[in-house]
């Protein structure tokens, strides 16, 4: 078995969800994905119950570049992800961006991250499992940083503000996962619910992104009716966190704890597996720009 190509991206958390009113911005997360374009299939063939994969070979071929075999059905897919699935974190347009890296890798083409974001978009438009297209998420999820972007802009154009000032040995993220969502909300849930994502866009134009987080996940548990995950994401406060919202569209709560306070982060960690025996609390933190091979 031949290793054709390989791409690597990571996941993400949300600022500001861009369904409310078309500008989103997301934060990249030491949550690594790999992606393989192989000669062969692997006995254990990667999950994509949503056929994303597909999508992507066929965004790769619309948009004139070449395959590394002779045919579509000659590509195969190896999937290595800590990324949870469902759960807010960008695990699909995470995918996306890997892969379309790793193509790019099996037929030697050299793609920028605008236009890995262009392709990911793309795929995320015709195969329906976005509500906006996630550019924001595909930028969080390809490079450092978060961008706030418009959704209706061309993706270069889109980027309004481009922060790179969030220190990784600064902050500890815990990731309280709460399993996949139930369902899937409708882009007018969030526009139903704009006085937060106003605070959060408040917060972004001011260089504030944890002040952003937490008002982005008050009105993420408004728009899904989350009541649970808007007072587990307020307990957070109470145990001492700097920030603490829900991202994407749920499930997943995002905590910041500063990184020097190790004693809040095994209080908060202790709080939640005590009282919601269920959950799972994941360590990681904010990605650099180059991820290295042990994240």
């Not at 948009?63 to 075999?69: N, R």
């Not at 481009?162 to 369902?183: H, M, N, Y």
């Not at 937490?214 to 899904?224: E, H, K, L, Y």
Request: with cysteine; aromatic share 6%; hydrophobic share 40%.
């Amino acid at each position: 078995m031949a290793i054709l190509g390989e791409g690597r991206a990571h996941g993400a958390c949300s600022l500001l969800h861009a369904a409310a009113f078309g500008y989103g911005a997301s934060l990249g997360l030491t949550l690594p994905i790999a992606v393989r374009v192989l000669d062969r299939p692997k006995k254990k063939r990667p999950k994509d119950e949503s056929k994303l994969l597909d999508f992507v070979l066929d965004v790769w071929i619309e948009a004139g570049y070449e395959l590394p075999t002779d045919s579509v059905d000659e590509i195969h897919w190896s999937v290595a992800s800590k990324i949870p699935v469902s759960q807010g974190l960008k695990s699909s347009s995470a995918l996306c961006v890997a892969s379309f890296r790793a193509l790019a890798n099996s037929v030697s083409v050299s793609l920028n991250d605008e236009e890995v974001v262009r392709l990911t978009v793309q795929a995320h438009l015709k195969s329906g499992i976005s509500l906006t297209g996630s550019v924001d998420d595909a930028w969080a999820c390809a490079t450092s940083g978060w961008k706030l972007v418009d959704s209706q802009a061309d993706i270069k154009d889109g980027v309004l503000m481009d922060q790179d000032d969030l220190d990784p040995d600064e902050w500890i993220i815990l990731l309280v996962l709460r399993g996949p969502r139930k369902t899937r909300p409708k882009i007018d849930d969030f526009q139903a619910s704009q006085q937060p994502f106003e605070q959060a866009l408040n917060a972004l134009q001011t260089n504030n992104p944890w002040v952003s987080l937490t008002w982005n996940g008050r009105g993420v548990a408004a728009a899904t009716r989350d009541v649970e995950g808007r007072k587990m994401a307020n307990d957070a406060f109470i145990n001492g966190a700097r920030a603490s919202g829900l991202s994407g569209s749920g499930s997943a709560i995002v905590i910041v704890v500063p990184k020097a306070n190790e004693v809040m982060k095994e209080r908060l960690e202790q709080w939640y597996i005590q009282r919601h025996p269920d959950i799972q609390i994941v360590e990681c933190s904010i990605a650099r720009q180059k991820l290295s091979e042990e994240e």
